[in-house]
Every structure is written in structure tokens, then in C-alpha cells.
């Protein structure tokens, strides 16, 4: 029976769970893959931890360049994460020759451009199901599944430690750091966990769902980013009288000439899939002209979850293998020939609804000159409620406009910010809904 030789590098949360589906499942791989995945070596500097595996000996090394450089090896499993000794190595075992499967989403939005390229000039494929969206397999659907869709729009919860702190506080009203720390405990965050809750996780696998849907250049820098950690349990408890749920999504929109790519706290009505997403549970919907609208629903962080994706590719590889060829799908979805530069549209012009909160002084006129303040840039505001008076004799003025332009929201709330009145930084959630007035 052929074997395809496997080296994994990192040893972690998701590294964990790949090596215990390699070894603990090996027959019922086996009997669907018609080949047995051998481990050959685990790569890890930390040899102490128990990770409740039984390594045969020999296996379980601290050297990662002594497995890429191994001529034995078929297949390099990067889970080591972070963008400088990983793309070391994954550059490495691609002139090698070897095959990759990562879930390195930093890594690949922001120098996946390069690696992809020298990918296909090597003949390697590279998996990395896992980087986008934990178990769902998400790529595989736009690469393969929908290759006959022209996509025009994708709106994503992608990120499970946000999606746990804002679904934790929404239903318990835990605060934000006890949250963190569960969602930390569980093993969901990033290494840096700023780079969960400031949006720069979920940007990284917005900009390749982007390029993979659109054939476009691998384009990080020009992605709009905010993160929840300004979120406040007030907005979240507003949000929920007024009939609509805060998510931090993606959102990519395609025009045929530009890209609307976003990463912001949003409010959606609360009737939406998408606001039922809760804890760790990601979900993404796409649309494409031929299929309509499809929802992807799954965990999206965590060891098993996360390993399943990486399992997937590394049999795709295999099955590759076994019929000795590659490159039978290529890496973003396009002809490298066929993948542009498509410009990402500046946050200015996006047309969206906004909910606003003022805290503003409880006097005549107050009112009256906010909304004025709006209707002069061509804000036009739907629903309005005012609350009763807090301690610093402030009071809540909370808004929710029709259409408008961002560019003429930033200007008004410039003007609004340095009235007297105005006791605080005005708060500005964006809103997606169906309702295009
Ligand atoms: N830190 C990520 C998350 C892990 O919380 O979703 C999966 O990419």
C-alpha cells in the first residue's frame, strides 16, 4: 500500500489535534483513502508539554528545518502561525519540492502573493482550508463548488473569539475581559489575541476569501478594520431593543471593477442567520449568480474543529498524490494569468445605514441641532429615541439613518463631536440589512 509521508511543524492547540486525528483515525483514513498517512515527524521547541499523545520514538523532534529538508517527506503541515520562521520554512520545503498545508492566514494574506506564485512555479499545491473559518470548508466551496458562479458578495462571522465575547456578553452580560479570558481558556485566540479582537484575524481571511472569489491580487492593506474592543454593552443592549444583533463581520462586495472590503462591528436584524451565530460558531454567506445565496454554519476555532480542515487537505494532497500529479486546482481559485489587480473601493464612498449613540446634554435645541447637523450633509434618519437622564445629567440619543454616504457620516459627526452639548465621543455602528432606502 502507498504512503504518503507527513511532517508537521508546531505542536500547539491545532498541531494537537492534527497529530490525534493521524494517529487515533489512521484505519478510517485509510479505508477512504486507499493509502496510509504516515507521521514522520512532529517539529515542536517545546518537548515538555503533555499533550496526551504517545509519540513513537524518534518522532517528535525540536529541529522544523530538519523536516522540511527531509527527502522522505511528501507533505510539510505548517502549524506553527506568525509570518517570519514560518515563512522561512514554507518557502524552504516548497524549493523542496514538498507539499503545504497551513492554517496560516497572517501569513498568507500578507505575502501569499509570493508564496502562491513560487508554489506554482514548483508544482506544489498549497491546503489551507483551516485558515478561513475553522472546520467549514469554505475554500473548497468557492474554489471547486461554485467555479461556475460569478461572486458577487460574501458576509462572514469569521473570527471565534470575537464572536464568543460579543455573544457571551449579549446573552449573559458577562464583561469583555472575563469573555476574553474564556474564549483564551478554550483555546480560540490567536497567539496575540489582539489580533482577534481588533479585527486583523478576521481581515486577514477576508482578503483571501476576496482574492479566491474574485481573482484578485492578495490585497490586506487597502481592508477597512475595527475591532469590538470599543463596543460598549450599552450599544449591544440598544442594538437588541431595536431588533437587531451586534456581529463583528466581513464584508466584501464585488462590482465588477472594484472590491468593497470591511471589517467592522455591525448590526443586523436579529431575524438574520447570521445573528443566531453564537460563541466560537462562525458562518459565511455567499452569493454567486448561478447558485443564489449559500450559508456555510460551523465552529471556527479550536483544536478538533480546526484539524478536520487541515485532515481534508492533506487527503486532497494524498489522493493527488497517489495519481502522481498536482496543481489540479490552483492555490487562489484563478489561473495565476488570470488573478489582477482589482482596487479595493475607499471607505468614503460606501453607502450603507448607521446607528448612532450622542450623549448629550438634556437642553432645549439639543436635539434639533444634531438633526440638523445630519439633514445639512443628506443624512436622513429613520428611528430616533431619546433615554431618560444618567448620572452626569447626560442623556443617550440614539439614531438609526436610512442610506447614506460614509464620507457625509464622518463629516457630520466631526461637526456634532464639537457641539457643548455633545458629552462624549458620539458612537457609529454600521448597519447591514436588506432594506436598500
Ligand atoms: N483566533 C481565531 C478565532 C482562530 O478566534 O477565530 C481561528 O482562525
Given at each position: 500500500m502507498k504512503e504518503v509521508k507527513i511532517g508537521l511543524l508546531g505542536c500547539g492547540t491545532v498541531g494537537t489535534g492534527v497529530a490525534k486525528i493521524l494517529l487515533e483515525r489512521s484505519e478510517l483514513i485509510r479505508s477512504r483513502v486507499g493509502a496510509k498517512l504516515v507521521l514522520k515527524n512532529v517539529a515542536d521547541l517545546d518537548r515538555e508539554t503533555d499533550r496526551g499523545i504517545r509519540f513513537e520514538d524518534g518522532v517528535f523532534i525540536s529541529d522544523a528545518f530538519q523536516v522540511v529538508d527531509?527527502?522522505?517527506?511528501d507533505i510539510i503541515v505548517e502549524m506553527i502561525g506568525g509570518e517570519t520562521i514560518a515563512k522561512k520554512l514554507m518557502m524552504r520545503a516548497i524549493e523542496n519540492g514538498k507539499h503545504i498545508v497551513t492554517a496560516n492566514k497572517a501569513l498568507l494574506a500578507a505575502h501569499g502573493n509570493e508564496i502562491f506564485q513560487a508554489a506554482s512555479r514548483k508544482g506544489v499545491d498549497i491546503g489551507f482550508e483551516a485558515s478561513v473559518g475553522g472546520c467549514m470548508p469554505i475554500i473548497k466551496t468557492i474554489r471547486e463548488s461554485l467555479v461556475g458562479n460569478r461572486i458577487s458578495e460574501m458576509t462572514g462571522i469569521l473570527n471565534g473569539t470575537c464572536n464568543y465575547i460579543l455573544s457571551s456578553i449579549t446573552e449573559t452580560g458577562v464583561p469583555f475581559a472575563d469573555a476574553l479570558r474564556k474564549a483564551q481558556e478554550k483555546g480560540?485566540?490567536?497567539?496575540?489575541?489582539t489580533l482577534d479582537i481588533e479585527g486583523f484575524d478576521t481581515a486577514h481571511k477576508l482578503a483571501l476569501l476576496s482574492s479566491l472569489a474574485y481573482g484578485m491580487e492578495l490585497n490586506l492593506d487597502d481592508i477597512y478594520v475595527e475591532g469590538?474592543?470599543?463596543?460598549?454593552s450599552l450599544d449591544i443592549e440598544f442594538a437588541k431593543q431595536s431588533g437587531y444583533t451586534i456581529k463583528l463581520l466581513a464584508i466584501s462586495k464585488f462590482s465588477g471593477d472594484s472590491v468593497e472590503a470591511r471589517v467592522h462591528p455591525t448590526m443586523i436584524p436579529?431575524?438574520?442567520?447570521?445573528?443566531?451565530?453564537?460563541?466560537?460558531l462562525n458562518a459565511v454567506s455567499v452569493t454567486g449568480d448561478a447558485v443564489g445565496e449559500i450559508i456555510l454554519h460551523g465552529y471556527g476555532a479550536g483544536m478538533m474543529p480546526t484539524a478536520s480542515a487541515v485532515i481534508g487537505d492533506i487527503v486532497d494532497i494524498a489522493r493527488n498524490l497517489m495519481l502522481g500529479?498536482?496543481?489540479?486546482?490552483?492555490g487562489l481559485s484563478y489561473q495565476p494569468q488570470n488573478i489582477r489587480k482589482i482596487p479595493v473601493k475607499p471607505m468614503d464612498d460606501i453607502m450603507t445605514h448607521y446607528y448612532f449613540r450622542f450623549s448629550a446634554l438634556d437642553r432645549p435645541g439639543v436635539l434639533a441641532r444634531i438633526a440638523g447637523l445630519l439633514g445639512d450633509h443628506g443624512i436622513s434618519i429613520q428611528t430616533v429615541h431619546q433615554r431618560g437622564r444618567d448620572a452626569k445629567g447626560a442623556v443617550p440619543i440614539v439614531m438609526v439613518t436610512h442610506i447614506a454616504k460614509e464620507a457625509d457620516v464622518m463629516n457630520a459627526m466631526d461637526q456634532i463631536s464639537s457641539?457643548?452639548?455633545?458629552?462624549?465621543?458620539p458612537v457609529l455602528i454600521r448597519i447591514e440589512s436588506d432594506d436598500m432606502d
Amino acid at each position: 500500500m502507498k504512503e504518503v509521508k507527513i511532517g508537521l511543524l508546531g505542536c500547539g492547540t491545532v498541531g494537537t489535534g492534527v497529530a490525534k486525528i493521524l494517529l487515533e483515525r489512521s484505519e478510517l483514513i485509510r479505508s477512504r483513502v486507499g493509502a496510509k498517512l504516515v507521521l514522520k515527524n512532529v517539529a515542536d521547541l517545546d518537548r515538555e508539554t503533555d499533550r496526551g499523545i504517545r509519540f513513537e520514538d524518534g518522532v517528535f523532534i525540536s529541529d522544523a528545518f530538519q523536516v522540511v529538508d527531509d527527502p522522505e517527506i511528501d507533505i510539510i503541515v505548517e502549524m506553527i502561525g506568525g509570518e517570519t520562521i514560518a515563512k522561512k520554512l514554507m518557502m524552504r520545503a516548497i524549493e523542496n519540492g514538498k507539499h503545504i498545508v497551513t492554517a496560516n492566514k497572517a501569513l498568507l494574506a500578507a505575502h501569499g502573493n509570493e508564496i502562491f506564485q513560487a508554489a506554482s512555479r514548483k508544482g506544489v499545491d498549497i491546503g489551507f482550508e483551516a485558515s478561513v473559518g475553522g472546520c467549514m470548508p469554505i475554500i473548497k466551496t468557492i474554489r471547486e463548488s461554485l467555479v461556475g458562479n460569478r461572486i458577487s458578495e460574501m458576509t462572514g462571522i469569521l473570527n471565534g473569539t470575537c464572536n464568543y465575547i460579543l455573544s457571551s456578553i449579549t446573552e449573559t452580560g458577562v464583561p469583555f475581559a472575563d469573555a476574553l479570558r474564556k474564549a483564551q481558556e478554550k483555546g480560540f485566540a490567536e497567539a496575540d489575541p489582539t489580533l482577534d479582537i481588533e479585527g486583523f484575524d478576521t481581515a486577514h481571511k477576508l482578503a483571501l476569501l476576496s482574492s479566491l472569489a474574485y481573482g484578485m491580487e492578495l490585497n490586506l492593506d487597502d481592508i477597512y478594520v475595527e475591532g469590538i474592543s470599543n463596543i460598549d454593552s450599552l450599544d449591544i443592549e440598544f442594538a437588541k431593543q431595536s431588533g437587531y444583533t451586534i456581529k463583528l463581520l466581513a464584508i466584501s462586495k464585488f462590482s465588477g471593477d472594484s472590491v468593497e472590503a470591511r471589517v467592522h462591528p455591525t448590526m443586523i436584524p436579529s431575524g438574520n442567520l447570521l445573528s443566531n451565530v453564537s460563541g466560537s460558531l462562525n458562518a459565511v454567506s455567499v452569493t454567486g449568480d448561478a447558485v443564489g445565496e449559500i450559508i456555510l454554519h460551523g465552529y471556527g476555532a479550536g483544536m478538533m474543529p480546526t484539524a478536520s480542515a487541515v485532515i481534508g487537505d492533506i487527503v486532497d494532497i494524498a489522493r493527488n498524490l497517489m495519481l502522481g500529479i498536482s496543481n489540479r486546482i490552483p492555490g487562489l481559485s484563478y489561473q495565476p494569468q488570470n488573478i489582477r489587480k482589482i482596487p479595493v473601493k475607499p471607505m468614503d464612498d460606501i453607502m450603507t445605514h448607521y446607528y448612532f449613540r450622542f450623549s448629550a446634554l438634556d437642553r432645549p435645541g439639543v436635539l434639533a441641532r444634531i438633526a440638523g447637523l445630519l439633514g445639512d450633509h443628506g443624512i436622513s434618519i429613520q428611528t430616533v429615541h431619546q433615554r431618560g437622564r444618567d448620572a452626569k445629567g447626560a442623556v443617550p440619543i440614539v439614531m438609526v439613518t436610512h442610506i447614506a454616504k460614509e464620507a457625509d457620516v464622518m463629516n457630520a459627526m466631526d461637526q456634532i463631536s464639537s457641539l457643548d452639548a455633545i458629552a462624549d465621543t458620539p458612537v457609529l455602528i454600521r448597519i447591514e440589512s436588506d432594506d436598500m432606502d
